[in-house]
């Protein structure tokens, strides 16, 4: 952990306290190899750790550090009240990857921008195009499946229903006020319905509800990502962390991931290839989520690091810094 270096027998039964020959060490170097624990980077070479064995290490054996009065200071982020939300966020994220000298980064709700007109244009039988500008006339375009059986006509209707009624709003709160309505009409279809069937004048049949999911857009800051770079030893680890900038540049998938995080409280770890998304660049990804003043969790700030690196040292850096955000948030809200 300390020097990234596969370690042998002979050093382990130096440094550990009980009396163990290097053969006694070496046989239980094997035994753990084939467990699946550790591995020999080459045929002569001690044994480090595979992300597994890191697994087991972090979550059975590992006990967590605590930070430092002057580490949470140092951490902080300095405020005048005027910053923006995404101020706020970079000035908390360089402070976690200055103080844990790694690449730090953050995902953060995007502000949602009013739509000035929406367009529906079918585009094959499974896609629909879907133009949206908004109030700054920029143009975005998203691609969505197309329902069976759906008539050209009926794009066209629905977009110039939506724009007749947008006046300035965002597709979130059109959305929830077309729920609303619905709510209401299926209320009041619910009521008619069942004085017909008291009456006798229609049969009761089964009802199904369709709900729809909501996307919330998100946006990612990187900071720091010279950190990654300050313990290449060999042109090997280049190549690692070469694979690792071209994962970052996957910002699509690397927010899906981070979004997991944001349905529980904790930091959580992923570890090289236990996610796809790091599974060249041997790298850990350490996350934690943090809240808004409503309480609800929003986003996630964390560290990339090696797999080797000190884990009990960096997990109180994130949720600190997770805390420090949420605390922010709340005050800023307020």
């Known amino acids: 952990m300390e020097t990234g270096g596969p370690i042998g027998s002979k050093n382990l039964a130096d440094m550990v306290d009980e009396k163990l020959s290097p053969a006694s060490i070496r046989s239980a170097m094997a035994e753990l190899e084939a467990m699946g624990l550790l591995y020999a980077p080459h045929v002569s070479a001690g044994r480090l750790p595979t992300d597994n064995g890191l697994r087991l290490f972090i979550d059975g054996m590992m006990q967590s550090g605590d930070l430092s009065p002057e580490e949470r200071t140092a951490m902080t982020p300095h405020l005048n009240g005027d910053e923006s939300m995404e101020d706020m966020l970079k000035q908390a994220v360089q402070g976690l990857s200055g103080l844990s000298a790694c690449a730090g980064l953050v995902v953060a709700p995007l502000a949602e921008r009013a739509v000035k007109h929406i367009e529906f244009v079918a585009i094959s039988e499974e896609q629909i195009l879907v133009i949206l ?55 009041a279809l619910g009521q008619m319905t069942a004085d017909l069937i008291k009456r006798g004048l229609i049969r009761d049949t089964a009802k199904t509800a369709m709900s729809n999911s909501d996307m919330v857009a998100k946006s990612l800051i990187v900071h720091g990502r010279d950190h990654l770079l300050d313990d290449v030893a060999a042109m090997e680890d280049l190549e690692r962390v070469r694979h690792l900038f071209a994962d970052l540049d996957r910002q699509k998938e690397l927010v899906s991931l981070l979004s997991e995080a944001e349905t529980g409280n904790g930091v959580k770890i992923f570890i090289g290839a236990q996610t796809p998304l790091f599974s060249l660049s041997g ?52």
Do not use: C, F, W
């Open 283 to 334: 790298s850990s990804l350490i996350i934690g989520p943090y809240q808004d003043d409503s309480r609800s969790l929003v986003g996630v700030v964390g560290v990339i690091a090696p797999t080797r690196t000190d884990y009990a040292r960096l997990i109180p850096m994130v949720d600190h810094t997770a805390k420090l955000v949420s605390d922010i948030l709340s005050r800023h809200g307020s």
């Open 133 to 187: 500008v908004d109030d700054t006339n920029q143009v975005e375009n998203r691609l969505i499946p197309r329902p069976p059986g759906l008539a050209p006509q009926k794009l066209i209707e629905a977009g110039n229903y939506l724009n007749h009624r947008l006046r300035g709003r965002t597709l979130g709160e059109l959305r929830r006020d077309s729920e609303a309505e619905s709510a209401k009409l299926e209320g």
